[in-house]
Each structure stands twice: as C-alpha cells, then as structure tokens.
C-alpha cells in the first residue's frame, strides 16, 4: 500500500509507464511459466492473464486519484500492446496467432480495466486484494486446465459431384497435384493440400497427403471400394508458418492442434450426381475450446473445401473427357 501511494502522488504520465510497468511485470513471467513450464495454453493464458492486465494497470493509475473510463481503456491497452509487441521481437508468437488471440485477448483486457476501475472506485482498499487474487488464479487453473483430456470432434464438409462413383474413388485415394491457394487464410501461413499418393491397395495401405509444411501420414482402416474411405492419422506436419522476422517455434505448432483420423464417404445421389463428404476427426489443447474451436473448424472447412472441389473439377473433367 505505500508503495501504491507513492506512486499516486506522481504526475498522471508517469503514474501510466509505472501502471504499465508493474503490471507486465506481474504478467509476464506468468504467462512465460504457464507456456514454457507446464506446456499449457488456457484460460490462464488467454483469459486471466488479459484481465489482470487490465485490472492491475487501471488500479495503479486509479490508485487515490481520479480517472476516467477512457483513461483506464487507454492504460490497459497500452499495457497488452506492449506486452504482445513483446511476444513478437523475442519469437515467442508469430502474427497469425497474435491476430487469432487478439479479439478475445482485447475483450478480457477491456474487461479488466472495468473491474479494475470499479474496484477504485467503490472499494480501493481491496485494490491489491484483487490483484493477487488474480496472480494467485492463474497458475492454479493453468495446474487444473493441464490436467483435462482434450475432447476429440469432427468437422464435416460436403460437395456435390456430377461423375461416377468409380471416378471420384479414384481421385479420393490419390488426387493430382492442386493449383496454389487463392484464399487469404493460406497466403498468409496456415498450412495447405497440395497432392496425395497411396501406397498399396485396401485396409493397410499408406495414404500420404503432401501439405506445404510436411505430410499426413494416414493408414487405412476401411476400404469400401466407391463408397468409404477411412483412416487414421500417425504423423502430422505443423499447422502452419508463422508471420514473423524471426524463426517462430512455438511449443503450440507441436501437439497442440492434432487430427486422430478422416474419412471420405461416397453417396450416389442418383442421376449422374454423387454426394462426397469429408470428415476430420481432432482434438486441440488451447482453451478456451468455444473460441478456439471456431478458428480450428473455420480452417479445417476450408482445408477441405480444397480438397473437395479439386477432386469435384478433376473428377467431373475426367468425365467430360469420357463422354
């Protein structure tokens, strides 16, 4: 408490670079634990840690002196600037999921600055109750949250087809070599299809389908010749390559987003047209789920988008060929 009473009796500049100071000081190391030490990208991570950044930041600057709202925005943002500006000189996060986080992470820090200014105003002597309560929080739910078992969900995609059964079979198991991506997502670094191959024929054969980063390794466990196609996945290259002027290698490009399996389901809708259907089975440990979860299944819709309207043109070519 003295020390929050020196400092509020320092000029209003000042007072912001020392709220802005000590609050990055209190989270920084926090959210460096929760990545680096126990691998966990969670609600410490991603909630509790821009809420004290805005709680914290706003009760220093607040702290026996009068503000306003904009004042205690201002500061919190300032503070979660900062901090993320921090995350991209040191190649801790790349762009694309600094951008992924930012809507949330923006949300919580505003947040906080609320709850940071209500405190200040209505009950400043639990400013610094509320501040440890906080730092306290956080490593005890990044604890909890490493504990859970991620829940394993499917993304389905669909497309109609004017060709055979036998002709989209064919270009399901092993499909040509796409053009490059015009749609933003893959431009600015999530990993995309390029081509396919088998090796052998029915359950047991290897699928290998080549993305830009590597890779997907995918034994087959149901071959149902022009009808389903199913498999596992062993092995799985990065999700993508980060937007950065350093080598990014963040502990979340490694296990952190994971498909278990997929499959391909031909149905043969009558009158020369065939329903193809993708799924992907996958789980990821980055919380929250609800937020992440429209991320991750926005991306893998359009991973099979590619894939489902390439085999969509090379199968309904092929047919134009044969007639």
């Known amino acids: 408490m003295k020390i929050l009473k020196s400092i509020a009796r320092k000029d209003f500049s000042t007072r912001k670079w020392i709220a802005v100071s000590i609050s990055l000081m209190l989270c920084t190391p926090l959210a460096f634990w929760s990545i680096y030490g126990i691998g966990e990208y969670g609600i410490a991570l991603f909630v509790l840690i821009p809420l004290l950044m805005g709680l914290c930041s706003t009760i220093i600057l ?85 504990k859970r078992i991620p829940t394993v969900k499917p993304v389905i995609s669909k497309t109609i087809i004017k060709a055979s059964p036998e002709t989209i079979w064919k270009n399901v198991i092993a499909f040509p070599e796409l053009n490059k991506p015009e749609e ?29 980063t590597g890779d997907f390794v995918e034994p087959i466990t149901k071959w149902d010749e022009n009808k389903l196609l199913t498999f596992e996945v062993v092995q799985q290259p990065e999700p993508l ?25 031909i149905s043969d809708l009558g009158n020369g ?51």
């Open 273 to 323: 047209t065939v329903e193809l259907e993708g799924t992907t089975w996958y789980y990821h440990n980055i919380k929250p789920d609800f937020y992440w979860r429209l991320w991750s299944n926005m991306i893998i819709h359009k991973i099979h988008d590619r894939v489902l309207n390439h085999i969509k043109d090379v199968s309904e070519q092929e047919k134009i060929l044969v007639d």
């Open 184 to 212: 933003l997502i893959f431009k600015v670094g999530i990993s995309y299809p390029i081509k396919s191959r088998i090796e052998g024929h029915g359950i047991g054969a290897i699928r290998y389908c080549q993305f830009n």
């Open 241 to 265: 390559k980060e937007i950065s002027f350093w080598d990014v290698n963040s502990p979340h490009l490694h296990d952190y987003f994971v498909s278990k399996k997929g499959q391909f389901k």
């Open 62 to 146: 607040a702290y026996d002196n009068e503000i306003s709202p904009k004042q205690a925005r201002r500061v919190g943002f300032l503070t979660l600037l900062i901090f993320t500006c921090g995350l991209i000189v040191f190649a801790i996060e790349g762009l694309i999921c600094i951008g992924m986080a930012a809507p949330f992470a923006i949300l919580l820090t505003w947040i906080g600055t609320l709850i940071g200014y209500s405190i200040s105003n209505k009950k400043p002597n639990q400013a610094v109750n509320a501040i440890l309560l906080l730092v306290v929080l956080i490593p005890l739910s990044a604890f909890n949250e490493s």
